[in-house]
Each structure stands twice: as structure tokens, then as C-alpha cells.
């Protein structure tokens, strides 16, 4: 194990209580200690974009938890108050799911400017993801190539240089208590992006999370049109990003599963 979780608690003099261990690899670890979470990671400074994040959108009036302690040094760790409740699911009401899109709404309102644009971002990070999937032997090139081309095709779409998004807002980032949404968690990789992408994170696992989420994000009449261009091929893009993680860090049979969707997914060229 990187740290003891519980000594990290108690080292800001904080009370500990039963330790949950979420996620132990060598380089990394997450475990709920009591009222508090605990991430500590090897690398020196790991956590200082999260406690950004956490201070932005805590002033913005947005449910993010509260940061008690942090260190810098290797193994850097960073402590938050636990925000008790449960990860989004298929299984909670459909207000929720609207209650999400009313959130992003208010993030996605936030300014926020990317040094290149989203248009130069989405290729580049296409052709990266690209290059890794034509290693794949059961993966034709002519498959590549629509990918590609329908990227190109998307780009006048992709205009600007992006707002404040989440990046990363997977169902299990939103917690429900009671029915409710009441917070926001794993916040390290907010910047400045394509709001498009922020919703089609949440259709990645499950697609039907999608017309809810949209219904409370209530998008212009101009918004929705790009939006409906625009999601399914981020939501193939993630899923390919989401492969090659798997593939790397993870599991390579939920990287079979991955790559079994994206082969399923229609280019519309």
C-alpha cells in the first residue's frame, strides 16, 4: 500500500474512523477513512489541478466536497470530506438524470479558453487514439479511415476555443442521496473543452442516461442541432479512449467490450 490512509488522517490531526480501501495500485490509492477520503499518490504535486478544480466550482456554488488537508511532496495525498450517497445509476429517477444537465448547464457557463481549438484538439486527439487502434490485427484500416473522416467531416461544428467542462464527468462523478443530486467528486480534469463532449461522457456506459440529462441542460435550438452531430462521435471517441485505458491499466476484457461498441457504431459519411 502507497501510505497508510488512516495515519495521512491522522497526521492533520483529524479523527479517523473504518477504513474502505477503493483503490490500491502501486502508484496510487484511494480509501474512505471515517468522514473523510483519502487519495495519495506517488508522483510529487498530483492533486494540486483537483484542489483548484474543487476551489472553482465551490465558488460558483456547485456541490464539490471540502478540502481538509493536502501535501504537495511524494507521495503527495489529498483529504476531502466524504460526500455520502451513492454513484448515478440507470436506477435513479429521472429528475436526477435532469438535475445533471441543469448542473452542467451552470459549469459549462463558466469562461474558459483552450490555447489551441476544439477543431485541432478532437483531430490530433483522433489520430492519437487512432494510431493505437490500428495495432488491434481484427480491426481493418478501412475502419480507421471513417473515424477519421468523420472527424474531419464534424469539424466546422467544432468552433471556438471551448468552455469550463468537467472533461471527465462519468455517472459515477455525480453522487444521489435520497434522490437527490448532492455532489460533484474526482475533479482533477476540469478545463477548458467542448460541452458536447461533457454529455456524451454520460452516454458512454449507457445512452439512455442521455435524454434526461439533455431535457434539464435545455439547449438552444442552435446548441441542440450541433449536439446531435456532435455526441455520437464523442461518445465512439471516449469509448476508444476509454479502451486503450483499459487495455493498458485495466481490464482487456472490458476493452474486448469497448471496441465490440465502437465497431458497432455507424459513421454517418
Not at 47 to 64: H, K, Y
Not at 145 to 166: D, K
Amino acid at each position: 500500500m502507497l501510505v497508510a490512509p488512516d495515519a495521512v488522517v491522522a497526521g492533520h490531526g483529524l479523527p479517523t474512523g473504518p477504513v474502505t480501501i477503493h483503490v490500491d495500485r502501486p502508484t496510487r490509492l484511494v480509501a474512505r477513512v471515517g468522514d473523510f477520503v483519502v487519495k495519495a499518490d506517488e508522483r510529487p504535486d498530483a492533486f494540486v489541478r483537483e484542489r483548484a478544480a474543487i476551489a472553482r466550482l465551490a465558488a460558483a456554488g456547485l456541490p464539490v466536497s471540502e478540502v481538509h488537508a493536502s501535501r504537495d511532496d511524494a507521495p503527495s495525498h489529498l483529504v476531502l470530506r466524504w460526500i455520502e450517497g451513492e454513484p448515478l445509476s440507470a436506477a435513479h429517477p429521472l429528475s436526477v438524470r435532469r438535475d445533471v444537465g441543469r448542473l452542467l448547464r451552470r459549469i459549462h457557463a463558466e469562461p474558459e479558453t483552450r490555447p489551441d481549438t476544439i477543431a485541432e484538439w478532437m483531430t490530433n486527439w483522433t489520430a492519437w487514439l487512432l494510431s493505437w487502434l490500428a495495432d488491434f490485427t481484427d480491426v481493418p484500416p478501412r475502419r480507421c479511415n471513417e473515424i477519421a473522416a468523420w472527424c474531419r467531416h464534424l469539424q466546422p461544428l467544432m468552433t471556438g476555443r471551448g468552455t469550463l467542462t468537467l472533461l471527465d464527468g462519468r455517472p459515477d462523478h455525480f453522487v444521489v442521496r435520497d434522490g437527490r443530486l448532492v455532489g460533484l467528486i474526482d475533479l482533477e480534469d476540469l478545463s477548458a473543452g467542448d460541452p458536447a463532449m461533457d454529455l456524451a461522457v454520460l452516454a458512454v456506459a449507457n445512452e439512455d442516461f442521455l435524454p434526461a440529462v439533455l431535457d434539464g441542460y435545455a439547449p438552444t435550438t442552435a446548441e441542440a442541432a450541433a449536439f446531435a452531430h456532435l455526441i455520437p462521435f464523442y461518445v465512439l471517441l471516449r469509448r476508444l479512449a476509454a479502451a486503450k485505458w483499459e487495455h493498458e491499466h485495466g481490464n482487456p476484457a472490458r476493452t474486448t467490450h469497448l471496441l465490440e461498441q465502437v465497431a458497432k457504431t455507424r459513421t454517418p459519411l
